[in-house]
């Protein structure tokens, strides 16, 4: 009987500590998603900067997402694809098209939405603007390997993220030549009659504090077992086997 006592109360302090653990650990994702909020606001005042060239796709991470970029080059409508998308217009799809920098880079540019009736570039010839344009929005990571439970087919050209890698590959683009990101251009970028740009969602659900009181709570009930245990009479106590 001892044994199991003991047995328990180190399984009964361990899971105490634990809950502590993650308790402190929510703590401290909070901080972090706090001051991610603050990163992005930052970058969303900002004034828009030239793309990140080459030498700096490497150092592209986290911090760089939703900074506001401007885009220079041409169009290639011919290589665009369409990933599915519901926004609050519907269901439909992004309009990624590659843009050739004055350079010779590639980068991706999410034109923006267009509705399932829109979905062939024929319905949306007009505005398949030729020539060299000026693109401003903000920087997005790329989305490898397709939706929840829906993976991206490449060669049936049915897309459900936006996977840069993947999407430049397909379009034979040359991979050392394609920017690691894509840029979601903004409203002021739309064409009439083109993609809907400028809907970018940017939310960050912040329940941290309240995952870090549900673990305090579960710490809380161990310590009272804890307790009990230690002022239970070692002879009258029927402990669980454990």
């Given at each position: 009987m001892k044994r199991r006592r003991l047995a328990l109360m180190a399984?009964?302090?361990?899971?105490?500590?634990?809950?502590?653990?993650?308790?402190?650990?929510?703590?401290?994702?909070?901080?972090?998603?706090?001051?991610?909020?603050?990163?992005?606001?930052?970058?969303?005042?900002?004034?828009?900067?030239?793309?990140?060239g080459p030498g700096q796709w490497q150092a592209i991470g986290r911090d760089d997402a939703y900074r506001r970029l401007r885009a220079e080059g041409v169009f290639h409508h011919d290589l665009e694809a369409c990933t599915q998308a519901v926004t609050e217009r519907g269901?439909?799809?992004?309009?990624?098209?590659?843009?050739?920098t004055d350079a010779g880079d590639w980068l991706l540019v999410n034109r923006g939405f267009v509705d399932e009736g829109h979905r062939d570039p024929?319905?949306?010839?007009?505005?398949?603007?030729?020539?060299?344009?000026t693109?401003?929005?903000?920087?997005?990571?790329?989305?490898?390997n397709g939706g929840f439970l829906r993976h991206n087919d490449p060669?049936?050209?049915?897309w459900h993220s936006r996977d840069v890698a993947a999407i430049a590959a397909a379009r034979g683009l040359p991979p050392?030549?394609?920017?690691?990101?894509?840029?979601?251009?903004?409203?002021?970028?739309?064409?009439?009659?083109?993609p809907a740009g400028g809907l970018t969602v940017i939310r960050f659900a912040d329940n941290?504090?309240?995952?870090?009181?549900?673990?305090?709570?579960?710490?809380?009930?161990?310590?009272?077992?804890?307790w009990m245990l230690l002022r239970m009479p070692a002879g009258k106590s029927k402990l669980p086997a454990l």
């Open positions: 399984v009964l302090a361990a899971a105490f500590v634990g809950l502590l653990l993650l308790g402190n650990w929510q703590l401290a994702r909070r901080e972090w998603k706090r001051a991610l909020v603050e990163q992005v606001a930052q970058h969303l005042a900002a004034s828009p900067v030239p793309v990140p269901p439909g799809c992004w309009v990624l098209t590659p843009l050739q024929a319905s949306r010839a007009a505005a398949q603007v030729a020539g060299p344009v693109v401003t929005g903000l920087l997005r990571l790329s989305e490898p060669a049936g050209n049915r050392d030549r394609v920017a690691p990101y894509f840029l979601d251009a903004d409203a002021e970028s739309s064409v009439p009659g083109g941290h504090l309240v995952y870090a009181l549900t673990w305090y709570g579960l710490a809380l009930m161990v310590l009272v077992a804890i």
